[in-house]
């Protein structure tokens, strides 16, 4: 295991959080999504897709309508960042066999970085309407809609500590054969992105997803471009929050963040008021971020629960109740899940955010 360990350091003796976290999640032999199906109860953790369809039928109602209000085009491609395990894909194109303008317009791309999980989206999806795509500026006509669950809190962030002034970024490193963090003084250039989102008004730590932008960089030209927006659903806050938010997770547990390595997932919470900030700040609006729980209901997924609800059994209506439960009751993910969508500035749609 150290030995893998030392190959991720190579020769560098440091690396800043965020090049580390890219190595033990992504990298091609020792990453972990390259080498662990992470998703249900055998797995580390379950997303909202694969808790139930219900979920993913509120996002096809929301696309649909989407469609509708973008004057139903011909073609409109749906971008998918971050499939997982493919069950929203596989979900989505079943809801939309009960919308054939939209089917038959539609054009679906999975957007993934683990080979791993490619390979198993390729084994469940079996659709024409369906690409994997590795270079989201190849999408070059017809609106766009990208959808992310949990892919923003997936994305590598870099960590600052702001004491009295001074500023200093975490790097990882290896101590006596184990990964270690320290704090080294910040770049001047690295700095100034702090200060132009206003988040060294307060002593603490400081995350800032630089991945995460350079990535969504090429979303919102495509959304200036070619007409369409991005919905994202993840969870966060949208207080200020200068605190460490790194976490690591193992068979449904935490798990420290240095053991385990390359075994476990390891995320961040999203700070919605920092991406609000980023999309405004690259031509684009965000009216509000709201939580899962008010999205959910908006498009009302109780009435959808209530009329399905009717032709099942007892132990079926249950189960199926249990599953809605956990995704709006504030005390599960209703809260703590939140929804950010982003279009362009003479965009009208929005559908569930008023
Ligand atoms: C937490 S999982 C969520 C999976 C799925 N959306 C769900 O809700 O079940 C994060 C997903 O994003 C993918 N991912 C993370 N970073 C990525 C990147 N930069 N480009 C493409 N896919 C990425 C992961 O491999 C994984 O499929």
């Known amino acids: 295991m150290m030995k893998k360990i030392d190959k991720i350091f190579d020769k560098s003796k440091s690396m800043s959080l965020d090049l580390y976290l890219e190595k033990v999640l992504y990298d091609k032999n020792f990453g972990y999504y390259q080498k ?10 379950v997303t909202a897709p694969n808790i139930s369809r219900v979920f993913c039928e509120m996002i096809a109602v929301w696309l649909v309508s989407f469609w509708e209000n973008l004057k139903k085009p011909k073609n409109i491609n749906f971008v998918e960042l971050g499939p997982g395990n493919g069950d929203f894909c596989l979900a989505l194109l079943t809801s939309l066999k009960n919308f054939p303008e939209v089917s038959s317009a539609i054009n679906i791309f999975l957007y993934e970085k683990s080979d791993k999980l490619r390979k198993i989206q390729k084994k469940r999806i079996f659709s024409k ?4 795509i590795n270079d989201l500026k190849k999408i070059k006509k017809n609106p766009v809609v990208f959808f992310g669950n949990e892919f923003l809190d997936a994305l590598p962030i870099k960590q600052f500590r702001k004491i009295n002034n001074h500023i200093y970024e975490k790097y990882a490193c290896l101590k006596k054969n184990k990964v270690d963090f320290v704090f080294k003084k910040a770049l001047k250039k690295q ?5 132009n989102y206003q988040l060294l008004k307060r002593d603490g730590i400081i995350e800032y997803p630089e991945y995460g932008f350079k990535e969504l960089n090429i979303v919102c030209n495509k959304i200036k471009k070619l007409n369409g927006g991005a919905l994202f659903i993840d969870y966060g806050y949208k207080t200020e929050n200068n605190i460490d938010t790194l976490q690591s997770i193992m068979n449904h547990r935490f798990n420290n963040i240095k053991k385990n390595i390359g075994n476990a997932d390891i995320t961040s919470l999203v700070n919605f008021n920092l991406y609000r900030k980023y999309f405004n700040t690259n031509g684009l609006i965000v009216e509000d971020v709201i939580n899962q729980s008010q999205f959910l209901q908006k498009m009302g997924i109780i009435e959808r629960v209530e009329i399905a609800s009717n032709k099942m059994g007892h132990k079926e209506k249950l189960d199926l109740y249990s599953r809605i439960q956990r995704l709006i009751d504030p005390s599960m993910m209703g809260r703590n899940f939140k929804v950010i ?14």
């Open 341 to 354: 969508f982003t279009k362009n500035k003479n965009c009208n749609f929005s559908l569930a955010f008023k």
């Open 36 to 45: 662990k199906n992470p998703f249900g109860i055998k797995g580390d953790y």
């Open 129 to 132: 309407k369906v690409k994997w």
């Open 191 to 195: 700095i100034n992105k702090l200060k």
